[in-house]
């Protein structure tokens, strides 16, 4: 599979619209008999926050937490996306408690940029907020128990394939290479050996930092800081076609959820 050549200099792919996708997401997560919370509303647009609790199961205590997030740029179409066919699809493990937030910029997808409309880039802006939009998902955060896992789903316009971060400072059994051996069949990984400026290995990424010696905290720093103790950051190449980048990120998640 070649890379489409449309990205010079930013995104120049498909875009979606936002306010029909989030439409589809709630009918969707209504039907499948998931609790939905309104926690911010922005320009007529609601920021979600969606629950699956696990249908069956004798001891809640072994009830794998696990929180996802989509959409924090406005220029990654594909992670709402999968939002949206992974709850249409609806296949998650017994035990798992799934928290699902199939939007964090929808503003973003409205003007087609990364920054919400002030110029603000939300994953640069979760150690001192600025934007109204992190304030609310940090307040939401902050109600919320601890979560056993986090993914956060995104797409890279530069990148050459499907590449991951992973956050494991407790050196728990990693996920990372099952999740990448799942993409694999459905879109190209990136195996450079220097993605982002960062060293890298079989398209994954794991970052050796002190969080806070960084000034500017994307959301995957705030929720292994404050939330959980292991994650993933799940980069699609934006340079595909569009339903690779979901299938890539839907499979990914389904990986990662059922190990």
């Known amino acids: 599979m070649q890379k489409l050549g449309k990205n010079h200099g930013g995104y120049h792919g498909e875009t979606i619209d936002i ?21 911010h509303e922005l320009g007529g647009l609601k920021f979600l926050a969606l629950h699956r609790a696990p249908p069956t199961i004798r001891d809640p205590h072994s009830a794998s937490r696990i929180y996802l997030s989509a959409g924090i740029h406005g220029d990654e179409p594909a992670a709402p996306l999968a939002a949206l066919k992974l709850i249409e699809k609806n296949h998650w493990p017994e035990h798992a408690e799934i928290i699902l937030l199939p939007c964090l910029n929808p503003v973003g997808f409205t003007l087609n940029r ?14 001192q907020p600025k934007s109204a939009e992190t304030r609310a998902h940090i307040a939401w955060l902050e109600r919320q128990p601890r979560f056993d896992l986090y993914l956060c789903l995104h797409e890279d316009w530069e990148s050459h394939g499907f590449y991951l971060y992973e956050q494991n400072p407790d050196c728990k059994i990693s996920l990372a290479d099952k999740i990448i051996a799942a993409v694999a069949p459905v879109c190209p990984v990136d195996f450079s050996e220097t993605i982002e400026s960062r060293a890298a290995h079989g398209g994954i990424i794991r970052p ?29 190449p934006s340079d595909f076609p569009l339903p ?16």
């Open 114 to 127: 990364r920054e919400n409309a002030d110029g603000i880039d939300l994953n640069r802006d979760y150690r």
């Open 19 to 39: 306010r029909a996708v989030l439409r589809e997401v709630e009918t969707a997560a209504q039907t499948q008999g998931w609790a939905a919370e309104v926690f």
């Open 244 to 259: 690779t980048r979901v299938n890539a990120l839907v499979a990914a998640v389904n990986a990662a959820v059922n190990h």
């Open 208 to 236: 050796n930092l002190n969080p806070h010696e960084r000034p500017d905290w994307p959301e995957a720093l705030y929720l292994i800081s404050q939330k959980s103790r292991q994650g993933y950051t799940l980069e699609a």
